[in-house]
C-alpha cells in the first residue's frame, strides 16, 4: 500500500502549506496513514474528507478527536464521487499512476501530490521519452515541482527521493481518453499510420507517435475512443 510515513511534522506544515489552503476550501486527501498531514489540512480548511484504505491506519485515526471539519472514511480514496477543491496527498507509491489518471478525470482547482522522484520523471519526461502518462499528465494539468523529500524522511525509508507536485488542471480528461491514450502508447515506436490502421482508423503522415507534440497526440487518441 505505499506505506512509507513523513518522520518530520516541519516536512508535513510545509507540503500543507504549499496548498494555499484557506477557509473557504474542501480538501480531500486520499491516504492520511497515521495522519501527518491531517491535522495541518483541517486547522485550514472548511471541510476535509480523508480517505484511508488501510483498516488497521482508519481505526488509529478515528480514535484521536476530531477536530470538527474531518470526515473520516475507511475505503479507496480514488472515487468517482469525490467532490473537492483541494487534493493533498502522498499518493501510495504502487498507485501513483492510477491516481493521475483519476485526477485527471476530477474537476478541481488545486492539488498538492507527492510521488517518488523516478515518477515525478516520468510525468514531466519529453519527446521520445515520453508514455502515455506523461502525455496525459502535461494535457491535463500544468505542474509545478516544489521542493524533495529524501528517503530518511520517511518511516520506513524508501529506496528513492520524493518530490512534491503543484497541479493545476488544464484540460478535464475522460476515462475514454484516458485508455485510448494507453492504448496508443502500447505501439508508440511504429508510425501513427500502421497503429491507427490497426484501430480502423486512416491517417496521412509518416510520423511515429513520439514525433508528435502532446496535443496531437491527444486528438488522435479522440479518433479511436
Ligand atoms: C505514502 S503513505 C502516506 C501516509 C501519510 N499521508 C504521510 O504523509 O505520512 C500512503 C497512504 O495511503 C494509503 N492508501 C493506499 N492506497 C490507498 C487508496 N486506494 N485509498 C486510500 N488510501 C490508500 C496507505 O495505507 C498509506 O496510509
Known sequence: MGQHFLKSDDAARRIVDAAGITDQDTVLEIGPGRGELTG???????????????????????????????????????????????????LPYSQSRRAVEWLSRQEFSKAIIMVQQEFADKLTAKDRDRRAISVLASWAFDMEALHS?????????????????????????????????????????????????????????????DELTDEEIVRIAETIR
Not at 484504505?53 to 464521487?81: H, I, Q, T
Request: one cysteine or more; glycine letters at 6%.
Open 40 to 90: 495541518h489540512i483541517c486547522r485550514r480548511a472548511k471541510k476535509v474528507t480523508a480517505v484511508e484504505l488501510d483498516r488497521y491506519l482508519y481505526m488509529c485515526l478515528k480514535s484521536k478527536p476530531n477536530p470538527g471539519n474531518l470526515d473520516l472514511v475507511c475505503g479507496d480514496g480514488f472515487s468517482d464521487d469525490a467532490s473537492f477543491d483541494i487534493l493533498v496527498s502522498a
Open 149 to 209: 523529500v529524501p528517503g530518511d524522511g520517511f518511516e520506513p525509508p524508501p529506496e528513492v527521493d520524493s518530490v512534491v507536485l503543484r497541479v493545476t488542471q488544464r484540460n478535464r480528461a475522460t476515462r475514454d481518453m484516458v485508455s485510448a491514450i494507453n492504448r496508443l502508447f502500447s505501439h508508440r515506436r511504429k508510425t501513427v499510420r500502421n497503429i491507427l490502421k490497426e484501430f480502423g482508423v486512416e491517417y496521412e503522415g509518416s510520423q511515429r507517435l
